[in-house]
């Protein structure tokens, strides 16, 4: 695998390609502004040489030049399910540690990570009892 594209928004990579229909509901997901008018700022990364990527091989592959504090990656779990469970990875202080969020709460962990207004383990600690965050 060729090394992740280098942008200033997080990166969502797509891992699985079983299921089309699921990739274009969670696109128009993350295109959707929240009720109260948020986005996450994200690029998408639809290449199928990425297809099987997990979060460990991901960490490899990520560009020193990348400074987004988050790596997602849409992978069998997340297309599976209506809620499209996105697996969310630290970049920063406990690299790799990673916490599934709902595709409608990206924007949440996006902007707040993104501006340093909250830390990762905030939203860690708010997940659901099946392992998932789905907004506070």
């Not at 992978?75 to 202080?93: E, G, K, Q, Y």
Request: proline share 5%; net charge negative.
């Amino acid at each position: 695998m060729h090394k992740l594209p280098c942008t200033l928004e997080a990166l969502v990579v797509r891992t699985d390609f079983s299921a089309d229909g699921a990739w274009d509901v969670l696109r128009a997901a993350l295109c959707s502004p929240s009720r109260d008018g948020f986005l996450a700022n994200v690029a998408l990364v639809d290449d199928q040489s990425y297809e099987g990527l997990t979060p460990e091989s991901a960490l490899d592959l990520i560009p020193a030049e990348y400074q987004h504090p988050l790596l997602v990656l849409a992978d069998p779990v997340a297309v599976a399910s209506t809620d499209l469970p996105l697996l969310v990875m630290d970049l920063r202080r406990e690299r790799g540690r990673c916490v599934r969020v709902v595709a409608a709460e990206l924007w949440s962990i996006e902007n707040n990570l993104s501006e340093a207004n909250m830390d990762f383990e905030e939203f860690a600690g708010a997940v659901d009892d099946d392992g998932v965050f789905r907004g506070f």
